[in-house]
């Protein structure tokens, strides 16, 4: 029988998953640590060894989280990656029951796991974002496209991220950025946002993305739920959204409004052992 277990070492149990795929095999990959008693510096030396899009550590909760959770991507620490969140409440929920609450490590925000119809969702709140000027030519620049008419206002929103949303024409016009990523993380950095996220209406309805939050095209994210959550609180609606494509692992993000929560989920499946 094949472990779903990626390793067990040094009391360690590590999982990887994919996250949010459209088809099964397929999405962002993510690894869930447990049982790790490694200070910060070692999280980040094993997250830049382990070359995934991101690592969640799940350490004791307190009296109010079951469990507190610790990102990493292989360059830095972050204050919250939800592909990796839903990547743990995959691994959490087959354990014990949900709904289920966890700490982020940072920001001591608090979130609930939870499944719905065999797909995990994560429950939050709107979080403060920050309220930069944003100047009339900054998304031509940020996305180097002199000259780009956005279809709507730039806006920033945040669940725990803060992302620049920029609305362009069409899927094409989508595919199509190269942005200037260098720019993207100098101006984020000193407006405390989480670099942007380009998206667009379908005719189906639905909606598609990409996120520019990386100074290397290679790392750019399959699929971002934190954009995501962004997202649905700058349009005030329920989304699907879909990203990844044009990196080879199409993704499939559901979002929805509950009263003051936004609840955002999709498919998490192991990736069994060899």
Known sequence: MVSQTLLYAGGMEIFELKCFGVRAGEGNAALVVLGD??????????????????????????????????????????????????????????????????????????????????????????????????????????????????????????????????????????????????????????HGISGCYAWCRRADGAFEGRNFNHLDPALEDAATGVAAGALTLHLGRSLTLYQGAHLGQPCKLQTMLDGDQILIGGAAAFVEAP
């Not at 292989?74 to 990656?81: A, G, I, K």
């Not at 944003?134 to 945040?158: F, H, I, K, N, T």
């Not at 620049?164 to 993380?185: F, R």
């Open 37 to 190: 008693t490694g200070d910060a510096a070692a999280r980040q030396a094993f997250a830049a060894a382990a070359a995934k899009p991101a690592c969640a550590f799940v350490d004791a909760g307190d009296g109010e989280a079951a469990f507190t959770l610790d990102y990493f991507y292989p360059h830095t620490r972050s204050p919250l990656c939800l592909h990796a969140t839903l990547a743990a409440a995959r691994v959490l929920l087959k354990r014990q029951p949900g709904p289920l609450r966890v700490r982020t490590a940072m920001r001591g925000q608090l979130l609930t796991l939870s499944m719905r119809d065999g797909e995990v969702f994560i429950s939050l709140l709107r979080q403060q974002a920050p309220s930069p000027a944003l100047p009339a030519d900054l998304p031509a620049r940020l996305l180097a496209q002199p000259g780009l008419q956005l279809m709507s206002a730039p806006a920033v929103a945040s669940v725990g991220s803060p992302k620049l949303l920029l609305e362009v024409a069409d899927s094409a016009t989508l595919a199509a950025l190269q942005p200037d990523l260098p720019a993207i993380q100098a101006w984020g950095r000193q």
